[in-house]
């Protein structure tokens, strides 16, 4: 039976450091002798206590090296998938080890070691892993994947899993000990791993940690290239400027804050919000900062759901408040490489498929080859639930990259297809949504919304060196100590507090914090006093 930390631990950082004296020196030969035929050590050796590990120049996804470091064992490995591809994948062993076992995940097309989020998981106590996904390439570039089906399989799930494995046996050898338990943590690509995970391999993690994920991929990238057309060609008279987008922003929050009750800059309910958009348009000779009629019917487009032929529904919209992030999806009109180098070589159709080429045949084409497995639609998680794993997923409510609904989407058939089965879904699994927060981290600047709770992406959007919440080290505010309290004490967190700082730097005071609250509940403002304190707030049904 796993150890239990005693009940009324509040899960403070320091406590759950201990030291543990290594079963051997941290070099390539001493790892060598725990690797299976097919995987070699590329490196080995000892970061100081506070010392920097440095990231190889070739890892350009992940070029930021974490700082400040505790003393630990830095290893990475390589190994041979298939005649066709290979995955390597970083290994950080503190000395001052929590007997716990952490992997966190990717972004985007990413291949790269997320060398930055393991050194935030290495302040914990944990030995902390991540994969390259068996290539090498930024967030945005797909060329890789070309007549690369080997590659492809290791991107969708073959690389974290066989990591996973690895990682965990050299991590019980290096220490000379077993692990307590295991997590997962991850943010859009990430999110789809951690699902993934729960999905194929249910006994990997006790506990996974599932942020704004690209579950959906298939569905997704077609999406992604439909809403970055919805604005083209610029120029046209329908296509919006850029430069509106904030002025659409403006409105929207001038229309939708007041609306739930708290006249604060942040949007805490847009799904709720009646959005009345004739109030940007031009009137009489004015034309700038507003939108012109076709403009308004291209505005009405992006917040629309992406429906096809037959009225199939295909992928849900933006919400409204998402709109600081515009110029990555809906931009001028030109969709981003995410959508088309999805279509061009993961689809295989090649380097000159235009989007000009765009129909619903992509999306059927998609749902054929889903390729690499990727797609995370297998919603029976019952072999997750009786292994007694937990799932805490979250999704920032101003996320234009991936659309928040699709997190509903994927919870809503989650419970549909467990609810037959008896199985209570807030036993096992549990949804937050984060009211302001763009993809992952950070808030537009027009609403400055609390979205720091030491998600994973997020100590390194504020430090190279920080982990969990500085000054708020506990299961309230940190969404990783809720899960393991969740998984090590049975404590089910029914809310985690956010953070926002003023300027966003460790320098400055609180601006304000506030519950995110499980869904289907969300925070509303019950006191007189400061609207910025936690403390008047309180988590209540949405319906």
């Given at each position: ?10 899960l403070?950082v320091?406590?759950?450091l201990?030291s543990?004296?290594?079963?051997f ?7 060598a002798r725990y690797?299976?035929?097919?995987a070699?050590v590329?490196f080995?050796?000892t ?6 590990f440095t990231?190889p120049a ?20 390589n190994?041979t ?5 290979a995955f390597?994948?970083g ?5 001052a ?15 790269g ?6 050194g935030?998981g290495?302040?914990?106590?944990f ?7 068996g290539h090498?390439?930024?967030?945005f ?12 399989v ?5 690389a974290?899993h066989?990591s ?15 692990l307590?338990y295991?997590?997962?943590?991850g943010?859009?690509t ?6 993934k995970?729960?999905?194929m391999?249910?006994d990997?993690?006790d506990?996974?940690l599932a942020?704004?994920p690209a579950?959906?991929?298939?569905r997704?990238?077609p999406?992604t ?20 987008f904030?002025?659409?922003s403006d409105?929207v929050?001038k229309?939708c804050d ?11 309910d ?7 958009l ?6 009489g000779?004015?034309t700038?900062n ?10 009405y ?7 096809d032929?037959n ?5 849900p919209?933006?919400?409204p ?10 931009g ?5 490489s995410?959508g ?6 993961f689809l295989?159709l090649g ?10 045949s992509i999306v059927?084409l998609?749902?054929?080859?889903d390729?690499?497995n990727?797609?995370?639609d ?6 997750f ?5 937990k ?7 101003s996320d234009s990259l ?15 297809t ?6 209570d879904?807030?036993r096992?699994y549990?949804?937050?949504y ?10 537009p600047?027009?609403m400055?919304?609390?979205?720091y709770?030491?998600?994973?992406n997020?100590a390194?959007a ?6 969990s919440?500085?000054g708020?080290?506990?299961?309230s505010h ?20 956010a ?6 730097t ?5 601006l ?6 499980m869904y289907p509940?969300?925070?509303?403002y ?5 609207v ?6 309180r ?5």
């Amino acid at each position: 039976m796993k150890p239990q930390l005693p009940l009324t631990c509040p899960l403070a950082v320091p406590l759950l450091l201990g030291s543990a004296a290594s079963a051997f020196e941290c070099s390539p030969t001493a790892f060598a002798r725990y690797l299976p035929s097919n995987a070699t050590v590329t490196f080995a050796y000892t970061v100081p206590e506070n010392g920097t590990f440095t990231v190889p120049a070739s890892d350009i996804a992940y070029p930021t090296s974490p700082t400040q470091l505790r003393e630990l064992c830095a290893v990475q490995v390589n190994v041979t998938s298939s005649a066709t591809s290979a995955f390597s994948f970083g290994l950080f062993l503190p000395t001052a080890w929590n007997h716990r076992f952490l992997a966190v995940g990717n972004g985007g097309f990413a291949g790269g070691i997320n060398w930055l989020d393991m050194g935030a998981g290495v302040g914990y106590g944990f030995a902390a892993m991540s994969t390259d996904t068996g290539h090498n390439s930024s967030i945005f570039d797909g060329p890789w994947a070309l007549h690369a089906e080997e590659k492809l399989v290791d991107w969708g799930w073959r690389a974290m899993h066989g990591s996973i494995i690895i990682a965990k046996q050299l991590t019980e050898a290096y220490y000379g000990d077993s692990l307590q338990y295991s997590y997962y943590s991850g943010c859009s690509t990430g999110g789809r791993q951690g699902l993934k995970e729960a999905e194929m391999f249910p006994d990997d993690f006790d506990g996974i940690l599932a942020g704004s994920p690209a579950w959906w991929t298939r569905r997704l990238q077609p999406w992604t290239v439909k809403a970055g057309l919805y604005n083209g060609p610029a120029g046209a008279s329908h296509s919006i400027p850029e430069s509106l987008f904030p002025i659409i922003s403006d409105e929207v929050v001038k229309q939708c804050d007041p609306q739930d009750g708290v006249k604060d800059s942040i949007i805490q309910d847009p799904h709720r919000c009646r959005l009345r958009l004739e109030a940007l348009l031009c009137q009489g000779s004015e034309t700038t900062n507003c939108l012109t009629a076709d403009q308004l019917d291209t505005l009405y487009e992006i917040y629309s759901p992406y429906v096809d032929i037959n009225q199939t529904f295909v992928f849900p919209p933006v919400l409204p408040g998402s709109e600081s992030q515009w110029a990555v999806v809906i931009g001028n009109g030109t969709p981003n490489s995410l959508g088309t180098d999805y279509i061009r070589y993961f689809l295989q159709l090649g380097a000159d498929w235009s989007p000009d080429e765009f129909d619903y045949s992509i999306v059927e084409l998609a749902d054929q080859l889903d390729p690499g497995n990727a797609t995370a639609d297998d919603f029976d998680l019952s072999p997750f639930y009786r292994r007694g794993g937990k799932l805490l997923q979250y999704h920032g409510m101003s996320d234009s990259l991936i659309p928040t609904y699709s997190s509903l989407y994927f919870y809503n058939q989650v419970v549909k297809t467990l609810a037959p089965k008896g199985i209570d879904l807030d036993r096992f699994y549990r949804f937050f949504y984060v009211p302001g927060m763009q993809h992952c981290s950070g808030t537009p600047s027009n609403m400055n919304a609390p979205w720091y709770f030491a998600g994973p992406n997020q100590a390194g959007a504020l430090s190279t060196s920080i982990h969990s919440v500085p000054g708020f080290s506990d299961a309230s505010h940190d969404v990783l100590l809720a899960l393991m309290a969740w998984v090590e004490n049975g404590t089910a967190p029914t809310q985690i507090i956010a953070t926002k700082w003023h300027n966003d730097t460790l320098q400055d005071k609180v601006l304000r914090q506030r519950p995110l609250c499980m869904y289907p509940n969300q925070a509303v403002y019950v006191g007189s006093d400061d609207v910025n304190s936690a403390e008047n707030w309180r988590c209540e049904p949405l319906y």
